[in-house]
């Protein structure tokens, strides 16, 4: 059985950092391209990063380039989000998705993927 474990939310201060970790089992993580998503209380599920299978394509959505970086470490079987200069319009919980595919990420978000973890809270205060 897949299990997809996120954890490293917190509260923050506006301006101040966090990195996300998103750790799963009971697959071949090298088989898994992986996004994080996020979705903020009366909002809609939004994608803000992914990375393909082996870490040489990610694609970010635009509010968060430049702060954010997705990454990965297959040998751990574990995907990270750093997020730096953290907006209070950030917050909302992170959740961590992966398909087995070994397509590039693109704009499409789609969110019916086979595996989903419970979601960590990121609150940013101004």
């Known amino acids: 059985q897949v299990q997809v474990v996120e954890s490293g939310g917190g509260l923050v201060q506006a301006g101040g950092s966090l990195r996300l970790s998103c750790t799963i089992s009971g697959t071949t993580f090298e088989d898994l391209r992986m996004t994080w998503f996020r979705q903020a209380p009366g909002k809609e599920r939004e994608g803000v990063a992914c990375?393909?299978?082996?870490?040489?394509?990610?694609y970010y959505t635009g509010s968060v380039k430049g702060r954010f970086t997705i990454s990965r470490d297959n040998a751990k079987n574990t995907m990270y989000l750093q997020m730096d200069n953290l907006k209070p319009e950030d917050t909302a919980t992170y959740y961590c998705a992966a398909e087995e595919t070994t397509y590039y990420c693109s704009a499409r978000w789609r969110t019916d993927l086979p595996y989903w973890g419970q979601g960590t809270q990121v609150t940013v205060s101004s």
């Open positions: 990375i393909n299978w082996n870490g040489d394509h990610t």
